[in-house]
């Protein structure tokens, strides 16, 4: 028989490293937009030491030579910068301890449902993959390419997780009544992960030019980057309408079939905002001069979207199909 208070504690854990995970996707938003990717040139020390300097002089005085000879060119310290890349780093240290945590909490279900077990266990080692993935995109000396899969292994990563903790969850969820939702929602919803994954993948090829055209600029006069965009992006603006009412559609649906109380009620409201806030930072992006405030709330936002969704998905197969025999 099932242990509900290691079950509980899995389920808390669990939770925990899912925001987590979002924690570390909006820093290193952060280190992206303010430019500070290169702060620590080399991993995974930072300028060869465990704990980065905070002042120049602590450097060796030929520091530039060194890193141009490892293929870093105008590599200036910058402790601002430094520092940045460095709590970004830590906090990816910190998910490893916690994707640690719930995999060995998850040896409970050993028994009951052994596919938990390996889910867990599946994304602790792609956590390892995604260090090692890390320390490649500093090597690679930020490539576009190298963070746009950074970035959608984050993506993945935390899908997992999702479904990870919904299914040992998945006899609570099975008892919600979803009858009142149209029979078209799922087919929508669908219809919305994909849309989102589309906008995302434009928004990587947004992102990439941006870096590009940012590098050009030196990183300043942000107010002329906008000149510079590629076609993709006015598309990846257009797009965001009809993501939006979409989006619009699966919530007040969600609303209008389940009471206040209700766990997919909150979700499909925290759906809706979560894409007014996106669509608000991308306008912030697009009229403002690129704030460097709304490029990481803009990340964070297209990935908190397709969790809520992939969640309410999760969610409604559960909820839609009873527990056979073997998951009961």
């Known amino acids: 028989m099932m242990n509900t208070e290691a079950a509980?504690?899995?389920?808390r854990l669990g939770t925990i490293t899912i925001f987590a995970v979002y924690f570390v996707i909006l820093v290193g938003g952060i280190v992206r937009a303010s430019g500070a990717g290169m702060g620590c040139p080399d991993w995974p020390t930072c300028f060869g030491q465990w704990v980065p300097p905070t002042d120049e002089s602590q450097l060796p005085a030929n520091y530039h030579e060194i890193y141009a000879g490892r293929g870093y060119q105008n590599t200036e310290f910058n402790p601002v910068k430094t520092w940045?890349?460095?709590?970004?780093?830590?906090?990816?240290?910190?998910?490893?301890?916690?994707?640690?945590?719930?995999?060995?909490?998850?040896?409970?279900?050993?028994?009951?449902?052994?596919t938990i077990f390996y889910l867990a266990v599946s994304v602790f080692f792609l956590v390892g993959f995604q260090g090692w993935l890390g320390s490649s995109v500093v090597a690679s000396n930020l490539k576009p390419l190298m963070i746009t899969l950074h970035m959608l292994l984050a993506l993945f990563i935390v899908a997992l997780l999702i479904y990870t903790i919904a299914r040992s969850q998945r006899d609570v969820i099975a008892k919600i009544d979803i009858r009142a939702l149209p029979?078209?929602?799922?087919?929508?919803?669908?219809?919305?992960?994909?849309?989102?994954?589309l906008?995302?993948?434009?928004?990587?090829?947004?992102?990439?030019?941006?870096?590009?055209?940012?590098?050009?600029?030196?990183?300043?006069?942000?107010q002329y980057w906008r000149d510079d965009f590629p076609v993709i992006f006015y598309i990846h603006r257009s797009f965001s309408s009809i993501i939006l009412f979409t989006n619009l559609w699966l919530a007040w649906k969600i609303v209008r079939s389940f009471d206040k109380k209700s766990l997919l009620r909150r979700i499909g409201l925290s759906l809706a905002a979560l894409v007014i806030t996106a669509i608000i930072a991308g306008i912030s992006l697009d009229r403002l001069g690129m704030p460097p405030v709304a490029q990481p709330i803009h990340l964070l936002m297209a990935n908190l979207i397709f969790g809520a969704q992939f969640f309410l998905y999760t969610c409604l197969n559960y909820a839609s199909a009873p527990l056979s025999k073997n998951q009961s």
């Open 84 to 114: 940045t890349e460095y709590t970004n780093r830590l906090v990816g240290v910190t998910i490893g301890f916690l994707i640690f945590l719930t995999a060995w909490s998850s040896r409970i279900y050993l028994k009951t449902d052994k």
């Open 183 to 197: 029979d078209k929602f799922k087919t929508v919803l669908i219809a919305a992960m994909v849309m989102t994954l």
């Open 199 to 222: 906008q995302v993948a434009m928004g990587t090829q947004v992102r990439e030019a941006v870096d590009f055209i940012s590098h050009n600029h030196a990183y300043i006069e942000r």
């Open 8 to 11: 509980a504690r899995f389920r």
